[in-house]
């Protein structure tokens, strides 16, 4: 029989200045127990809504304390990180955004310290004119490293994979895992016969061709920001 009061009483409860208001219609028709229940459920309500709009707070600050943070990492510690870390990193990878959802990127993981040695002796191999540690270390001694393929038959797939990669790199930081977005590799295995037997091995499916590589591991050095130019930046009115 308090059904029509309630309902009629939500309705007036549209803020805080008008508490006191609904609290006299309450009175008024000697709901006193529609009162009570009424008086908890705005508390409930308020304490609510500060607890989300403190966990959005929290979420933006993370977010943003977590970009500002990520360094790109060139020397690792040995320890390798393990898979089901690993997996929270690339599945986060795997949400970014990419043009009409087609996901046109694929993803290898490598983390055999063995076939890592095997691919570093190849590059090196492959690459007399280079000093070989300098090819040897186009890795940074990550202990693991990802490759990223994209289908060049789309034609916005490089920017997807720079998407993933950006993805990746910024969980791995929040996880404590320090990474590094690398380019030469991609050319030293991709520009001779000696290192297709590796490209080949990571089994990509046909027609896609390595973009990107990125080395994940357990930061050995703690490098400063290096200054970013703000003025390339700029409103047009």
């Keep these: 029989k308090y059904r029509d009061y309630i309902i009629t009483i939500i309705v007036k409860l549209q803020n805080l200045r008008e508490f006191c208001y609904v609290c006299e219609y309450v009175k008024s028709r000697h709901m006193k127990k529609i009162g009570i229940i009424l008086g908890m459920f705005l508390i409930m309500a308020t304490s609510c809504k500060q607890a989300d709009e403190q966990k959005v ?3 933006e600050k993370t977010v943003i304390e977590n970009i500002m943070a990520r360094r790109s990492i060139r020397k690792y510690k040995a320890e390798p990180v393990d898979r089901e870390t690993m997996m929270k990193i690339l599945e986060c990878g795997i949400n970014a955004p990419s043009g009409q959802n087609k ?3 694929e993803v290898r993981v490598v983390d ?6 095997e691919m570093k002796e190849a590059i090196a191999a492959a690459h007399p004119a280079l000093d070989p540690e300098m090819a040897k270390g186009c890795f940074r001694d990550a202990p693991t490293m990802i490759f990223i ?4 038959s789309y034609d916005f797939s490089a920017y997807d994979c720079g998407l993933l990669a950006q993805n990746i790199m910024l969980s791995a930081c929040s996880l404590g895992v320090g990474s590094v977005c690398l380019g030469s590799p991609v ?3 991709t520009d001779n016969e000696i290192c297709k037997p590796y490209i080949e091995k990571l089994g990509f499916s046909e027609g896609y061709e390595l973009s990107l590589c990125i080395g994940i591991g357990y930061a050995d050095e703690a490098p400063e920001a290096k200054p ?8 047009v009115e």
């Design 112 to 117: 055999n310290p063995a076939l890592m040695e």
């Design 57 to 59: 707070e929290t979420m």
């Design 149 to 152: 393929a994209r289908d060049p």
């Design 187 to 189: 050319r030293f295995l």
């Design 103 to 105: 996901q046109s990127w």
């Design 228 to 235: 970013r130019d703000f003025g390339k930046v700029r409103f």
